[in-house]
């Protein structure tokens, strides 16, 4: 458990696009942001309503001048400052990703940005030479990776408790737009509509996060090949899907489902990963976080909690507080965004040896994510056909 003490010498001093006032993920961002104290919110362009965004911004306690009406103007008129922002986070949705994190990258800063990180592999990629050239951090918010039992999980599947890794099962599986919310739910309507969400609903909004966490529990699994079908049972979502099965052949072996829907009718979350080994299995599901399921082949089934001093040194030292007390998405929001800001002061000091102590979802795991989609779509508009990887 660490101990709040500042991990960088100051706060970075942040801004935000997007995120201003209703929207959950912008509150989820600034309340994670702020939490260790690693940043500091100077500035932002918080509303497509220049008016409102400066509003919010104001009640915020910003600077009435450093409220601006877009990011052009938020990134030329802080690049004129000497006390001008040296990261930023992007809120918005997914059509703009690109063309924002781009010109951040460009304006010379440090960029964390919502999930999907684009819309194609080539942009994704492009972005990525981008932020190597200018030797800045991209941070992609896959939020459930911050949670201390998804280290523990790590940490056993590496140290071989598990044994060979035969099976991984993941779904994200909510039912909440078992119907069409959209068509009274702003927040809603925009992911369903390929103009703003891409080539994809619920593979790119929420499949991505198990496939994410996977990655990060059992690294060494690679996909050679996938097989997806997807449905729109709300057919006026079509051609996005609101469900989809996705099934995943990895290099050695190993095999991998995973389910991304929305229409799982009276549903919560449902987001689970579940990895099989040849002795052991383990199960996390984030509507019960604070716990880790691991399940040995002819013993007794275990739950182990965290904060425990029976765990691994790397999920005990994401912890906020002691055992007993739960810890939410805030918490995990906060880890990240707490190893954010140590890359984004690393990297400015050149700290090398500093960089390679950290994991974070980067730059490599945005691109990772587009990849998947996209190869995702790929199979299911050719009919739910096996193909390859890469």
Not at 146 to 173: H, K, T, W
Not at 248 to 257: K, L, P, R, V, W
Request: proline share 5%; net charge negative; hydrophobic share 45%.
């Amino acid at each position: 458990m660490f101990n709040g003490e500042p991990q960088t010498a100051r706060p970075i001093r942040w801004a935000m696009v997007g995120g201003g006032r209703g929207s959950q993920i912008g509150y989820s961002h600034r309340a994670a942001a702020l939490r260790d104290r690693g940043f500091a919110l100077v500035a932002g362009a918080f509303d497509i309503d220049p008016a409102r965004g400066r509003d919010f911004g104001v009640g915020l306690g910003l600077d009435p001048a450093r409220c601006y009406s877009d990011y052009q103007a938020l990134f030329a008129g802080e690049a004129a400052r000497p006390d001008g922002i040296e990261a930023v986070s992007i809120a918005t949705p997914n059509n703009t990703h690109f063309p924002i994190a781009k010109a951040a990258l460009e304006a010379g800063l440090h960029v964390v940005c919502e999930k999907p990180l684009c819309f194609t592999v080539a942009e994704a990629e492009a972005l990525q030479r981008l932020a190597e050239a200018r030797g800045r951090v991209v941070g992609v918010t896959y939020g459930y990776a911050g949670y201390p039992m998804i280290e523990q999980a790590r940490a056993m599947v590496a140290r071989g408790d598990l044994g060979a890794i035969r099976l991984v099962n993941l779904q994200f599986a909510h039912g909440f737009h078992n119907t069409a919310v959209e068509l009274d739910s702003p927040s809603t309507r925009w992911r369903v509509d390929p103009r703003f969400a891409g080539p994809s609903y619920v593979l790119g909004d929420i499949g991505t996060h198990p496939l994410y966490l996977s990655q990060v529990i059992a690294p060494e699994l690679k996909i050679a090949r996938l097989l997806c079908a997807r449905q729109s049972f709300v057919a006026s979502r079509a051609p996005l899907e609101d469900n989809a099965m996705t099934l995943m052949q990895y290099e050695g072996g190993a095999f991998g489902t995973v389910w991304s829907s929305a229409v799982n009718a009276g549903a919560t979350h449902s987001q689970k990963v579940r990895i099989v080994g040849a002795k052991a299995s383990l199960e996390w599901w984030d509507e019960h976080p604070n716990q880790l399921s691991f399940e040995v082949q002819g013993e007794p089934a275990r739950v182990l909690d965290r904060g425990m001093a029976y765990l691994h040194p790397d999920a005990l030292a994401l912890d906020h507080i002691s055992s007993g007390h739960a810890e939410g998405l805030f918490e995990a929001w906060a880890n990240l965004y707490r190893s954010f800001a140590i890359a984004m002061e690393a990297t400015d000091r050149g700290d090398a040896a500093r960089l390679a102590t950290l994991r974070y979802p980067g730059i490599a795991a945005g691109v990772a994510g587009v990849r998947w989609v996209e190869t995702c779509v790929r199979s299911a508009d050719a009919g739910g056909v096996w193909v390859d990887y890469g």
